[in-house]
């Protein structure tokens, strides 16, 4: 007899992940946190670079993990991924999901042909997977940021060789609604409360 399996399964996340990889990422990180970070400066109102986010399910179907990329400069044309972030439902962490999220991440990432990642995170845990601080030395994030957590990863040699400046966002912006759209949307009643 086939027992399903316990091991949650990676795809690349669907647009029906996204209310569940919200939930998940408060229940991780905390709302204002999460959204309080430097890296959020880097990712907000853009869109994830294509191919690279990543969700794993559970065996009932639901979101325990997520893991997105993202475009950015690291100082002037210099292109380079921001990961970030990842997270684990707290019942499914300690049996290699994290691990294996990132190794999907760095493995995408190396064959859609990407010179290197960065991330701002626990250096203890993302140096297993070969980040360090040593490529961001001459790096600037938009904001407050710790320079030990501030890590890279080349995925080609030199990628980041001499990279120096600020890390901007390069990526796709996320379509906004038109005035008349949201003025139609108002009319449709979409946004009134009740009481
Ligand atoms: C960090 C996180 C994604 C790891 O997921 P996971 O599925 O438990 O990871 P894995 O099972 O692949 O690895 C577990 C190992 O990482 C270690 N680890 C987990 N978080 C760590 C951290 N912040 N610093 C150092 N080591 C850490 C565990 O102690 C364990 O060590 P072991 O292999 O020696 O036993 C998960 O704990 C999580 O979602 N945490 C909350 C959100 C978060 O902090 N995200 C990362 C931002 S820096």
Known sequence: MDFPSATPAISLEAPADIAQREALLDLSFGRAARLAKTSE??????????????????????????LRLWHVTAGPARPALLLGPLAVHPWFRDR?????????????????????????????YYARFGFSSAPTGELWLPGPFDRARF?????????????????????????SPSLSELVARDTAGEFKRSA
């Open 41 to 66: 400066r880097l990712r907000e109102g853009r869109l994830p670079a294509e191919g690279l986010a990543f969700a794993a399910h559970g065996p009932d179907g639901r979101l325990v993990g997520t």
């Open 96 to 124: 290699g999901l994290g691990g294996a999220l990132m190794a999907s991440a760095i493995n995408e990432a190396a064959r859609l042909g990407h010179g290197a990642i960065m991330l701002v995170g626990d250096a203890p």
């Open 151 to 175: 890590l890279a990863l080349e995925l080609k040699p030199g990628a980041l060789a001499g990279a120096k400046g600020l890390v901007s966002a390069t990526g796709e912006a996320v379509a």
